[in-house]
Nanobody
Framework: QVQLVESGGGLVQAGGSLRLSCAAS????????MGWYRQTPGRQRELVAA???????NYADSVKGRFTISRDNAKNTVYLQMNSLKPEDTAVYYC????????????WGQGTQVTVSS
């Protein structure tokens, strides 16, 4: 079992910044991909940003140039630096981590609320 614990959400004014963190613990052999998703009521969970074990990144068009994903493999932690926040970024943000093949897993965090006021 791999557990993910998120932190760093909160309330911020439009134009402000927040940094989310997600630490993985448990029976970790190696983490392949890590990422951040977000969800608002009545909508499907959507990918915000993802990062591979080698550091390759992928971003939703809506956050490109404003958000930066990074990871510390030694700490099994992924970060999401969010700048120039907009009210439409308001959502519950979820951390995801997975491993393919031997000892595969696909784990989710409990979610952290990000609210951007106008």
């Amino acid at each position: 079992q791999v557990q993910l614990v998120e932190s760093g959400g909160g309330l911020v004014q439009a134009g402000g910044s927040l940094r989310l963190s997600c630490a993985a613990s448990g029976s970790i052999f190696r983490i392949d991909g890590m990422g951040w998703y977000r969800q608002t009521p009545g909508r499907q969970r959507e990918l915000v940003a993802a990062i591979s074990s080698g550091g390759s990144t992928n971003y939703a068009d809506s956050v490109k140039g404003r958000f930066t994903i990074s990871r510390d493999n030694a700490k099994n932690t992924v970060y999401l630096q969010m700048n120039s926040l907009k009210p439409e970024d308001t959502a519950v943000y979820y951390c995801n981590a997975y491993r393919l093949g031997l000892r595969a897993f696909d784990s989710w965090g409990q979610g952290t609320q990000v609210t951007v006021s106008s």
